[in-house]
């Protein structure tokens, strides 16, 4: 798969997530300029079933986000994962990172993805979702992503974001981060974030926390947790990023945080 050179050598430790007692698989999202296409992973047979909206990387909707929708689904969870800049271009073909970035991710503006997430709310609504259950995660691109609409949807009862921008965002179309809604979300945000990472210096996360500690309550019950031997991308295990200890970690405080509050 392109997004595995593009990511580096896929790691030993990649996850295979099983499909059993699962109804899953790809499909075409509508949403209010086209559709879009999009994945999704449930318990087979069940409804009114709380939903997680899965943000992706980068590298788009590829097997390590289905997978993750997958083991969501495993754990009792509709998730949901669009191809957030289909409109843009094929994620897949690419395996240079600025080049990507460039030529997709910095044209793709908040306000298509709020649309779009807003778009697989309303879907997974209609196919054994609760709409009044409402977590969203997501990874590096997708962890922004995770504040930003923590902030922009009030059904959103929770988020978890692994290791998203706090003070920035990428490309010119930007025209708010992480900091500045802080103290307005509408559910409150676990951030799972690496002392490593040198994309994401931790004087950020400080000053998250401080914002967060002036905002409503939502916004005064996130909380952090900084892994010390942890950098980017620390989840994902198709990459030589990964850190198998955080990793673990991480998604056990995320179900234990989902379970809480979704």
């Known amino acids: 798969m392109n997004f595995a050179a593009a ?13 059993q007692g699962l109804a899953q698989g790809d499909f075409k999202l509508p949403t209010a300029n086209g559709s879009i296409s999009a994945y999704y992973a449930a318990p087979e047979g069940r409804q009114d079933l709380p ?44 395996t240079d990172i600025p080049k990507l970035i460039s030529d997709l991710v910095a044209k793709v503006p908040d306000e298509q993805v709020y649309g779009d997430l807003d778009a697989s709310l309303a879907w997974a609504a209609e196919h054994g979702g609760n ?24 059904r959103v009862q929770a988020g978890v974001a692994w290791y998203g921008k706090l003070a920035a965002g990428h490309g010119p179309l930007i025209k708010q981060v992480a900091l500045d809604i802080a103290d307005k979300l509408h559910g409150p945000v676990l951030g799972l974030y690496g002392a490593k990472d040198e994309s994401i210096p931790l004087a950020d996360v400080e000053k998250m926390k401080q914002r967060l500690a002036q905002g409503n309550e939502h916004s005064r019950a996130s909380e952090f947790v900084v892994y010390p031997d942890a950098g980017h991308a620390f989840y994902a295990d198709y990459r030589p990023s990964y850190v198998k200890q955080a990793a673990d970690d991480g998604w056990k405080r995320a179900l234990e945080w989902f379970g809480r509050y979704v």
């Not at 998730?79 to 843009?88: D, G, K, P, S, T």
Request: with cysteine.
């Open 7 to 19: 990511a580096g050598n896929a790691a030993p430790t990649a996850i295979h997530t099983d499909s």
């Open 51 to 94: 939903i997680v909206l899965v943000v992706q990387e980068i590298f788009g909707v590829h097997e390590h986000i289905k997978d993750v929708c997958r083991r969501f689904a495993k754990a009792g969870y509709l998730a949901v994962a669009a191809n957030l800049y289909e409109r843009q271009g094929d994620a897949s073909q690419y």
């Open 131 to 154: 709409p009044a259950r409402v977590g969203i995660t997501g990874f590096c691109w997708g962890g922004r992503l995770t504040w930003m609409y923590a902030a922009h949807n009030p």
